[in-house]
């Protein structure tokens, strides 16, 4: 069973606006990371946060993570068309390797 | 390309047969991970391997399914006897692990399985 859950589902939002998905999980983690997925690529990493870090930034992404909550949330900045994808959080389990993927959001960006 | 490459690409079978996937890591890559994915949904953990050993194994990796890395390069992922509820995309990742850190993964573009 897939141990986080992503929230929304689905997101839909106009070029240059930003898109907030927000992630839960159930356990203890080393650390969290985001993947984005497109037909056209794949899986893509996107920002690691560790489990002892509360906020990260890469280009227009933010991820902030509370473990008091077990919750994380990854914000676009300024969306753009190519942004549409789909959204997945993975956590890294304390004391192993074991990546555990949520359930995605699905962002569409209209343009 | 140096990425992770994954063969075949799409693979349709009758229930039943057996089926054998390839996935070949980034060459410096250490782990390698298998995932099962269907759709609306994300990956699901298979395996994972630490150079040749396979050190962790999902509870739905049943009886059917084994994956091998005999020299800590390639892998492969077979399904014996497939059922339909078999069909899904197979999805590879690598990464380099140390022991101080945990890195990203990288992906395959996954091998399609459709079983009719």
């Known amino acids: 069973s897939q141990q986080g859950e992503e929230d929304p589902q689905a997101l839909s939002i106009q070029e240059g606006e930003n898109a907030t998905m927000n992630c839960s999980y159930k356990?203890?983690?080393?650390?969290l990371q985001w993947y984005r997925q497109n037909s056209g690529r794949g899986l893509v990493h996107l920002i690691l946060?560790?489990?002892?870090?509360r906020e990260k930034h890469s280009g227009r992404l933010r991820v902030t993570l509370d473990t008091s909550k077990k919750s994380s949330s990854l914000l676009i900045t300024a969306s753009r068309a190519a942004d549409t994808a789909s959204y997945f959080c993975?956590?890294?389990?304390?004391?192993?390797?074991?990546?555990?993927f949520g359930t995605g959001t699905r962002l569409k960006v209209l343009a | 390309d140096t990425g992770v490459s994954q063969n075949p690409r799409h693979k349709i079978t009758k229930r039943g047969q057996n089926v054998t996937f390839r996935c070949d890591p980034i060459s410096e890559h250490n782990r390698l991970y298998w995932y099962r994915q269907t759709l609306g949904q994300g990956p699901e953990f298979l395996t994972y391997?630490?150079?040749?050993?396979?050190?962790?194994k999902s509870r739905l990796l049943s009886d059917r399914f084994s994956a091998e890395r005999p020299k800590g390069s390639f892998s492969t992922l077979e399904i014996q006897r497939t059922e339909q509820g078999d069909s899904a995309m197979y999805l590879c990742?690598?990464?380099?692990?140390?022991?101080?850190?945990?890195?990203?993964?990288?992906f395959g573009p996954g091998t399609r399985l459709t079983v009719t």
């Open positions: 946060i560790r489990s002892n870090e």
């Open positions: 391997f630490q150079n040749e050993a396979q050190l962790e």
């Open positions: 990742a690598s990464s380099l692990a140390t022991a101080a850190r945990i890195h990203e993964q990288y």
């Open positions: 993975a956590t890294v389990l304390s004391g192993t390797y074991k990546y555990i």
């Open positions: 356990t203890s983690i080393n650390n």
